[in-house]
């Protein structure tokens, strides 16, 4: 049995590699991907409501905002859960993360009437929340031009 010791013009099977192996790297970069591909559809409200539009800048909203719907069928909900009107504010007390000086988005489906939306207003200023919120769906200027019936001039 022998052993050579000269170079063997690079042949050698533990020399030092001078790359970086980026296969980890990669590995986590994709299970990160993954996490916040499922991850972001439920950080948002998912109940259907069909909002007024507005044309104006929107404003940035806040990390965990508390969002209260009137549904078309006049149903409110907290976020996704739909409670019962007498209920709103206490379950808005309890809520966690939540004082009565954060914001309250209020979402309002268009075809409620304005009573309806007073009526849920007037139920949260009784419990102390007044920093409330209108939420809008924007469009652009130049959509709602377009959307803008023909004036009737020749």
């Keep these: 049995m022998a052993v050579s010791l000269a170079d063997n013009d690079g042949d050698d099977e533990f020399a ?27 950080s948002t409200v998912d109940l259907p409501v069909n909002l ?26 907290i976020d996704n859960d739909v409670v019962k009107r007498v209920d709103l504010v206490r379950l808005l007390d309890s809520k966690q993360g939540m004082s009565k000086d ?5 979402r309002v489906d268009r075809t409620v009437p304005y009573g309806e939306v007073m009526g849920v207003l007037q139920l949260l200023r009784d419990g102390d ?3 409330v919120k209108l939420t809008l769906e924007n469009v652009p200027p130049a959509a709602d031009k377009q959307a803008a019936p023909a004036s009737p001039n020749p």
């Design 16 to 42: 030092e590699s001078h790359e970086i192996n980026v296969t980890p790297f990669i590995d986590v970069m994709l299970v990160l991907l993954i996490i916040f591909m499922v991850a972001a559809p439920l």
């Design 52 to 77: 007024p539009t507005s044309t104006a800048t929107p404003q940035k909203r806040e990390d965990k905002p508390t969002f209260v719907t009137i549904q078309a069928d006049l149903a409110v909900a």
């Design 102 to 106: 954060k914001n309250v988005f209020l």
């Design 129 to 131: 929340y007044t920093k």
